[in-house]
């Protein structure tokens, strides 16, 4: 059960174990309101959609609504949801690296706050998902709380952490894509893959089908980094709408932001190809013209949630979960020192002005003080106030149910 110092924190989130593409986007677009609030921030993924507010940064503006199948979370419980995502214990691809940098990209969205960029999932991620509530916009920056501002660097301290106790080399989604793709082959090895998209997720896809000595052959709306990724992979790089010259390919993986534009002569030589297609865009970066020609062939980024994927190990997850506790109860004790700070600056600030009023009364009833006791007595009245004080600001400052702060204002009359 939460204290009271984290009663106003609040996650709502929609993932696609629950929630299909097209309904979390829309969550997402009505999310995105609040994107650049001081109260909120934005993690968007492309299986989860995540908004985490802190209510009274929020100056009274209304959470959206969410869709069904979406969670609400409230209190330490809130934080400790991010710091199992940030762990990766609650990803598709268990304790995969991606989250992390979703997460970094979306603070550090959050604190450039002038992204005005288009959404592309998983190639732009969280960072995509900002940019497309500020597109156009030309308010002045808004600093976001010290509350979530916290919240997601111990989330990133959580990833950082949980990441360097796994055992093994990292799998990502597209793994899990390239799994299917080859589930009726003997191997990859000496096939050709096709990769749509040269972004992050692109480069991923790239890499890992490399690695499973596959001929990899990349599109991508820029051609110059399709040419870039495919020189670096000792792959091939084609146009973006490559039609006949598609080469004979045992699947694709497409990665892109926006749709492929796939035209009629695409979709019927993919639809001839017999390929899997795996599209890990959301929304689908297929068009619905070659979803229906490819029929069982064509898998969605949300099809991949029901995947079979390995376990962590007992031993990891128990680790993790201890991590986790440990760092939600400092959190929830940062937040609850942070609100006894106004009590705290109260005593401070009455403390000082009484002494103050009687050393200027002291002095004007002895003005024939010399400076250096006038010094002396100065020096001696702070740490008076000082010694009075500890002690109940030291009780202030370890208030974690928020119990001594009505008490000591009565007590000091303020």
Not at 135 to 162: C, I, K, M, N, S
Not at 345 to 355: L, M, N, S, T, V
Request: aromatic share 2%.
């Amino acid at each position: 059960m939460s204290s009271p110092a984290l009663t106003s924190l609040v996650a709502l989130t929609v993932h696609a174990r629950n929630v299909p593409s097209l309904e979390r986007e829309g969550f997402a677009a009505r999310a995105g309101d609040l994107a650049a609030a001081r109260g909120a921030i934005l993690l968007h993924t492309c299986h989860r959609v995540e908004l985490y507010a802190w209510l009274p940064a929020l100056g009274g503006d209304a959470l959206p609504d969410l869709p069904p199948g979406g969670v609400r979370i409230d209190g330490v419980e809130a934080a400790q949801h991010l710091f199992t995502v940030a762990a990766g214990m609650d990803s598709v691809v268990i304790g995969e690296d991606e989250i992390l940098h979703q997460l970094r990209d979306c603070l550090a969205a959050r604190h450039e706050h002038t992204a005005a960029t288009t959404g592309e999932c998983p190639a732009g991620g969280a960072a995509g998902a900002v940019g497309v509530t500020l597109a156009g916009r030309t308010a002045a920056p808004v600093e976001l709380d010290a509350t979530l501002e916290r919240l997601f660097q111990q989330a990133l301290h959580v990833g950082r952490q949980a990441h360097a106790w796994r055992d093994g080399a990292p799998r990502s989604l597209a793994d899990v894509a390239l799994d299917r793709i080859g589930r009726d082959l003997p191997a990859l090895e000496g096939r050709s893959i096709l990769v749509v998209g040269a972004g992050r997720m692109g480069r991923i896809a790239a890499l890992a089908a490399a690695r499973r000595g596959a001929h990899v052959v990349v599109t991508n709306r820029t051609e110059e980094r399709a040419g870039d990724l495919a020189e670096e992979i000792a792959g091939t790089a084609l146009p973006f709408a490559a039609g006949d010259s598609i080469p004979e390919v045992a699947g694709a993986i497409v990665a892109a932001g926006g749709t492929w534009p796939a035209d009629a002569v695409t979709v019927r030589r993919m639809a001839r190809l017999g390929a899997v297609v795996v599209d890990l865009s959301s929304p689908p970066a297929i068009p619905v013209a070659l979803r229906s020609a490819l029929g069982d062939d064509f898998i969605s980024v949300d099809d991949l949630v029901h995947a079979p994927e390995a376990k962590p190990h007992e031993r990891l997850r128990r680790r993790v979960d201890r991590l986790v506790g440990e760092v939600a109860a400092e959190y929830e004790a940062w937040a609850a020192t942070r609100g006894s700070v106004p009590a705290i600056r109260a005593i401070a600030d009455h403390a000082e002005a009484k002494r103050a009023a009687e050393l200027d009364r002291l002095l004007r009833r002895a003005p024939t003080l010399e400076p250096e006791v006038r010094e002396l007595v100065d020096e001696m009245s702070h740490r008076l106030v000082a010694g009075l004080l500890h002690g109940p600001l030291a009780a202030l400052r370890s208030d974690v149910d928020g119990d001594r702060d009505a008490l000591v204002r009565e007590l000091f009359g303020l």
